[in-house]
């Protein structure tokens, strides 16, 4: 039987025993109510642990996503984004869509990182012609790199100069948090609350590394939560007895954290493994990401790569650019026979 190996995402893990195991004897209420004991806990611990007032869990990132960039900001309202950023480009306009507030994209350098002066130039005064610029969203992780912490400091501090809010699209957080703790000599929740401590919201995914099924969440001031619990509602995200999926996420926070170091540890083996083969473009993992493109003049090979990973049971993606992820659901000799398959196909 051909080995599968799937790394299109880290979203694609499934639950462990010890996880659907806790998912089985969670205490539930209804949320609508405010009732589910479970969901509640899921809350009040990320709010406390990345030292926010309050948080809200909601059915995916992008929900948390929209909900935090509608209560920031109102109609006619703009927001400041990475052209390549989530929370412009890959959550289907919802912003501008249901929220008519207008994105005010920005060119990212190959770091993620959009130009401080140009951040500061977009910033629309106030003016009778203009949309209102309100807020800033950044995204950390970044296609699997972690932001310069700096970066975000001088970022976010343009923006409150202007008077704006600032949101963490951090879905990737903790992958984030891991690499930051290894630069700081810091515990990995250390790293992370330093990361969010700039915003005034960050929407954490857990169906991601973190290897949940479902959710995300979303911390804030409780004022800005009260708002987001409207807008969740309004899209239809308010669960009854959520307490199922938060017991994955509570799960989660408990024993998949520090476990992230082994993911971007195979992403370096991964790469240790691709990097001297001549027609591959491949640059050093940070976190869990690999991405690759043709070196000039391996075109047209590079064309026939993924069909060939695809007859060998590995599967990839990358809208932009090929994409290696890797997670809680591949392994080192996962990762062995991918570099043996990828060499094997160049050495062709
Ligand atoms: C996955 C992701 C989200 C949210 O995605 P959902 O699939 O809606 O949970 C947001 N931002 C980034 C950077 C992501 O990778």
Same mark, same amino acid.
């Given at each position: ?24 004897? #969670?205490? =539930? +209420? ?12 899921? @809350?009040?611990? %990320? !709010? *406390? ?46 912003? #501008?869509? =249901? +929220? ?12 993620? @990182?959009?130009? %401080? !002066? *140009? ?48 949101? =963490? ?180």
């Amino acid at each position: 039987m051909t080995r599968r190996v799937d790394l299109r995402s880290d979203t694609v893990t499934q639950p462990t025993p010890a996880m659907r195991q806790a998912m089985m004897s #969670a205490a =539930l +209420g209804d949320d609508v109510f405010a009732d589910d004991p479970t969901v509640n806990l899921l @809350q009040v611990t %990320l !709010a *406390k642990k990345l030292g926010f007032e309050q948080a809200l869990f909601f059915p995916s990132g992008t929900q948390s996503n929209l909900a935090a960039i509608l209560s920031h900001c109102q109609r006619g309202d703009e927001y400041i984004v990475g052209q390549m950023a989530h929370t412009y480009r890959w959550e289907a306009g919802g912003a #501008a869509v =249901l +929220g008519s507030v207008q994105p005010q994209p920005l060119e990212q350098a190959a770091n993620g @990182q959009m130009d %401080l !002066a *140009k951040i500061e130039s977009s910033i629309k005064p106030d003016d009778a012609h203009f949309a209102m610029t309100k807020l800033l969203t950044l995204e950390n992780t970044w296609a699997g790199q972690l932001l310069d912490h700096q970066y975000v400091l001088d970022a976010t501090s343009i923006a409150k100069k202007h008077q704006l809010k600032c949101h =963490l699209d951090g879905a990737r957080l903790f992958n984030g948090a891991v690499k930051q703790s290894i630069i700081d000599s810091s515990s990995v929740w250390e790293a992370a609350s330093k990361m969010v401590a700039p915003f005034d919201s960050v929407s954490v995914c857990f169906s991601k590394g973190l290897g949940a099924p479902v959710g995300s969440v979303l911390c804030a001031s409780a004022e800005l939560i009260q708002k987001a619990k409207r807008i969740r509602k309004m899209a239809g995200g308010a669960m009854r007895q959520s307490g199922f999926l938060a017991a994955a996420a509570l799960y989660a926070l408990d024993h998949h954290i520090e476990r992230l170091q082994q993911d971007h540890d195979l992403a370096s083996r991964l790469y240790a493994g691709l990097q001297n083969i001549k027609a591959l473009d491949i640059g050093p993992p940070q976190t869990n990401m690999i991405f690759l493109a043709a070196k000039p003049g391996f075109e047209e090979q590079f064309k026939g790569f993924t069909a060939f990973l695809n007859q060998n049971g590995i599967l990839t993606t990358g809208s932009y650019q090929l994409r290696f992820v890797t997670h809680l659901d591949v392994n080192q000799d996962d990762i062995d026979y991918v570099i043996e398959k990828t060499n094997a196909y160049f050495s062709n």
